[in-house]
Structure formats: C-alpha cells, structure tokens
C-alpha cells in the first residue's frame, strides 16, 4: 500500500514537471486527472524498460502510439517531445496499424484490442514494442503491462512472460512496484 501512495505522489510530481505545470499555489493543490497520472505512469514505465537494438524503431526517440479514440490521447499528446533516459525523445502518434513495427509502446484500448492483437501475433519475437492495455477486462499473453482502476487507485500489473516474448527488459524496480504480476 505505502508503495502505491509512494508511486502515486512521485508520477504526479513526475507530470507536473514533465507537462509543465502552472506555478499556481491553488492549481498544485488540485488532484491530477485520472487520464494525466495514467499518462505519467506511462511516461515512467518508458524510463524502466530496455529495448532491443534490432528492434528497426529510430534510436534516438520512443515513440508512442495511440489511437485516435483513446481517451489517453490527450493525456499523452502533452508528453510529446519530452525527453526520456539515455537522450531519447518522447514522439506520441496516432495509433496506425499498418506502421505499428514503429511504435515502441502501444497503448490497446478496448475500441481496437482485437485488431491489434492479431496483428501483434503475425510479428516476429523480440519485436521490441512495449504494450499497455488502458482497462481491458481480459487478460492477455500479447500485453506487458495493464493499467486499471481499483478502489479509486491507478494501479497496473507486469507480464514478465510478455515482456520477455517482445524482447523487452523491464527494470526490477518497475517490477516490484506492479501488483502482484498476472
């Protein structure tokens, strides 16, 4: 529970300075959006993976690709251009399924989780793209990390399996932060 509080406070100080907050003492005091913290964890969990090199993505940029009906994508427009570790560059596009071997992180949301699904089973392992489901009631062996709301909280859960099908190398810190893994 401490880590969650912990977690929570961090991310929300984390998208205050990466979205460029007001410096107004009554804005600080407003709770951040549900959509804008989702946002930050994603912008976070960005910073604890390690993607393959061959993965055919520039490498001096993570990109972030969601669809054009999420409601994360104006949370996640904000994050564009922001820079991430090892000198990369946050670039947020919109979700277009022929290109997706050009997306780093993938957000599914429930409006094109089959379409994408399919189309993530046709890629070669270690395809490098990190997916993160935004409240998907199913779990699936496609999808790395899963955000939802419990009990008033954003919480999310880490499939090591998943990851390591992608290719992709998640940090133990982030590990440790996830619910009780899937």
Known sequence: MAYFLRLRT????????????GTSAARANEPVADLD????????FIQFIDW???????????????????PLKRALTALDGKPATKGRTVRVRLLD?????????????????EPVLRLLRTLPPSHGILTVSDEITFVNPEIVIAL???????????????ASKAGLIISSRLLRLARGGR
């Open 10 to 21: 961090l991310l929300a100080i984390c998208l205050w300075t990466v979205c460029g907050a």
């Open 37 to 44: 913290l989702k946002a930050a964890y994603i912008f976070n």
């Open 52 to 70: 393959p090199d061959s993965d055919g993505a520039p490498g001096n940029e993570v990109t972030v690709c969601v669809s054009a009906f999420s």
């Open 97 to 113: 399924l022929p290109a997706i071997r050009g997306c780093r992180v993938l957000i599914i949301h429930n409006a094109e989780v």
């Open 148 to 162: 939802a709301q419990q009990e008033g909280r954003v919480v999310f859960g880490i499939s090591p399996d998943a």
